[in-house]
């Protein structure tokens, strides 16, 4: 986040990653805004159809804020690093770095929300999709931050997620996975997402598996078939983390551990 009459400043909530640009990186980090304290970005509004959380809201305040709700938010932010770490990273953060690997940016996928950038001038909400345009890059312009996410609430919906990594606690994942999914009266699939990190340059959805199961009843042979088009549709990277061959099996086994997670 920059300004067009300070292009070098830096806004900053916790700075976990932006800190990584000092202490491994060895920049010289000319201006820094911190925001950390700024009342209205920190604040959770629960709204009768929706959620605003601040984008300086850390992982976790908003760990213990939606333990309740949504259990598929917990299961990743519980191992969302330390909690050192969760006490200052912020969802802001974790949006704006456009990582291909950001915890959090599959299940905003998943829960169809939308940022709102913020302006001198005015406000616009973006959904996931139109903000991270490719690898760490984003629709944000110099005069722009984000200032909050809106969650809408919607309990026609199933939320399911998982990271895997190569260590459970304190660790990058590897493929992380966060599934929502609606049914019709007649118990066929009326509306799916398939959001996956790791996958890609940058968080994305699984569409040709999407779109087969659009319509879909609810049978596991389905779900064979769907995880079979997931190997198909993507070509990840090998790095220290996984090859691009278990990258993908990953990928589709999740979809096949969704499927058993739930009595449909």
């Known amino acids: 986040m920059k300004f067009k009459q300070k292009p070098e400043l830096l806004l900053i909530g916790g700075a976990s990653d932006i800190a990584l640009?000092?202490?491994?990186?060895?920049?010289?980090?000319?201006?820094?805004?911190?925001?950390?304290?700024?009342?209205?970005?920190?604040?959770?509004?629960k709204q009768e159809s929706y959620w605003e959380i601040?984008?300086?809201?850390?992982?976790?305040?908003?760990?213990?804020?939606?333990?309740?709700?949504?259990?598929?938010?917990?299961?990743?932010?519980?191992?969302?690093?330390?909690?050192?770490?969760?006490?200052?990273?912020?969802?802001?953060?974790?949006?704006?770095?456009?990582?291909p690997i950001g915890d959090l940016l599959p299940l905003l996928m998943a829960h169809q929300a939308e940022i709102i950038i913020q302006s001198k001038h005015e406000a616009r909400p973006e959904s996931l999709e139109e903000f991270i345009l490719a690898y760490r890059?984003?629709?944000?312009?110099?005069?722009?931050?984000?200032?909050?996410?809106?969650i809408p609430k919607d309990e026609d919906w199933l939320f399911w997620s998982e990271k895997v990594s190569k260590r459970k606690q304190l660790d990058i994942s590897t493929v992380s996975a966060a599934f929502a999914l609606r049914l019709t009266k007649e118990k066929k699939i009326g509306a799916i997402i398939l959001a996956y990190g790791g996958m890609a340059a940058m968080p994305v959805h699984a569409t040709m598996a999407e779109e087969y199961l659009l319509g879909k009843e609810i049978e596991e042979a389905h779900f064979e078939k769907a995880a079979k088009l997931i190997t198909e549709e993507f070509q990840p990277i090998t790095d220290a983390r996984a090859s691009k061959e278990g990258r993908a099996i990953l990928a589709a086994n999740l979809l096949r551990k969704f499927y058993f997670s739930f009595e449909f």
Do not use: Y
């Open 21 to 45: 640009l000092k202490t491994k990186k060895h920049q010289d980090l000319a201006a820094i805004l911190d925001l950390s304290n700024v009342k209205e970005l920190k604040e959770i509004i």
């Open 54 to 99: 601040g984008a300086s809201v850390t992982m976790e305040q908003l760990r213990q804020e939606m333990a309740n709700d949504w259990p598929d938010f917990k299961n990743i932010l519980d191992v969302f690093g330390s909690r050192q770490i969760r006490n200052v990273a912020t969802i802001g953060g974790n949006v704006g770095s456009a990582s």
């Open 137 to 150: 890059k984003t629709s944000l312009m110099p005069d722009e931050m984000i200032t909050k996410i809106i």
